[in-house]
């Protein structure tokens, strides 16, 4: 996966537009697939929704509205 987002990052980067975003819209799919993952794994170790959202700089609500209710 690693070396993934490495090629999805030198992709981003590309002089041609529709491959650069293309790449760019791969990485922010993953990124919320990681996300989502992390913020299960911080749940399952009884952190605080209040917790979670501080680490992502979002509000309390807005992390548990988005992750709250899967």
Known sequence: MTNDLAALMRQAQDDDPLLALHATTALRREIER?????????????????????????????????????
């Open 34 to 70: 990681l996300e989502a993952v992390q913020v299960r794994r911080a749940r399952v170790a009884g952190l605080a929704w209040a917790q979670i959202a501080d680490a992502i700089g979002v509000s309390k609500q807005a992390v548990h509205k988005k992750y709250g209710r899967r």
